[in-house]
């Protein structure tokens, strides 16, 4: 079965160090991957995305995203990170060949930077 | 955000009403959804839908329907077989290589 998976509920993180968040994905074929933020009581925000190409993505808000074929992962990463990217973060995945392609999504991994 | 317009913002329901929540889009996409959100919980879907007039149920569709008339719109109504209602409503278009969500309804039984 086609999967995402978010290992951590929460990622705690002080103001200014670097900032990773973890996604794997279990696909049968290539996959597309996806980031989203979001704020509390907000829909979800799109953050980047991979489809081919460069394996290191760069996306919104200084994020960037390291697509690793060999380890199925796609973790999202801000090398300083700020109070303000206190929020849940929501990995996606849809494979190329599935005719549906219907979107899954991981559990979320709610992140908390400190002052 | 992206072009997906959810309204309303916030919604009350009195026990044993129908309510039905707008999900509409300008982006031309195929593929639209329905998702539910408790505080503190991710998202599970309830309906998707890749063709207009056809739609499949999700992990948690019982007490919803949808309907898909138009490419453009994607409602969904609560029924009163749905006992525990309240929640965040996202609503989600994508076409094969992006995905966008709408502001959500946040829908309340009084």
């Known amino acids: 079965a086609q999967s995402v998976a978010q290992p951590e509920d929460q990622v705690n993180v002080a103001e200014g160090n670097p900032l990773t968040v973890k996604c794997t994905y279990s696909?049968?074929?290539?996959?597309?991957l996806f980031w989203y933020v979001q704020y509390p009581n907000r829909g979800l925000q799109f953050l980047l995305k991979?489809?081919?190409?460069?394996?290191l993505v760069k996306g919104s808000y200084g994020f960037e995203a390291e697509f690793n074929k060999s380890q199925t992962s796609f973790h999202l990463k801000k090398p300083s990170a700020l109070v303000s990217d206190s929020a849940l973060y929501f990995c996606?995945?849809?494979?190329?060949?599935?005719?549906?392609?219907?979107?899954?999504f991981g559990a979320g991994t709610q992140v908390v930077v400190t002052p | 955000d992206g072009g997906i317009t959810q309204s309303p913002k916030y919604l009350f329901r009195k026990e044993g009403q129908n309510v039905t929540l707008s999900c509409e889009q300008n982006l031309n996409h195929d593929a639209m959804y329905w998702y539910r959100q408790d505080p503190g919980q991710g998202l599970r879907l309830i309906y998707y839908s890749q063709i207009v007039n056809d739609f499949q149920k999700g992990d948690i569709a019982e007490g919803y329907s949808v309907s898909r008339e138009k490419k453009e719109s994607f409602p969904l109504t609560v029924t009163s077989a749905q006992k525990n209602p309240t929640a965040f409503y996202l609503c989600a278009s994508s076409g094969w290589t992006e995905a966008f969500f709408g502001q959500g309804t946040r829908l309340t039984v009084v």
């Open positions: 991979y489809i081919t190409g460069d394996n």
């Open positions: 996606a995945g849809r494979v190329t060949t599935d005719s549906w392609g219907k979107l899954q």
């Open positions: 696909v049968s074929g290539n996959p597309y």
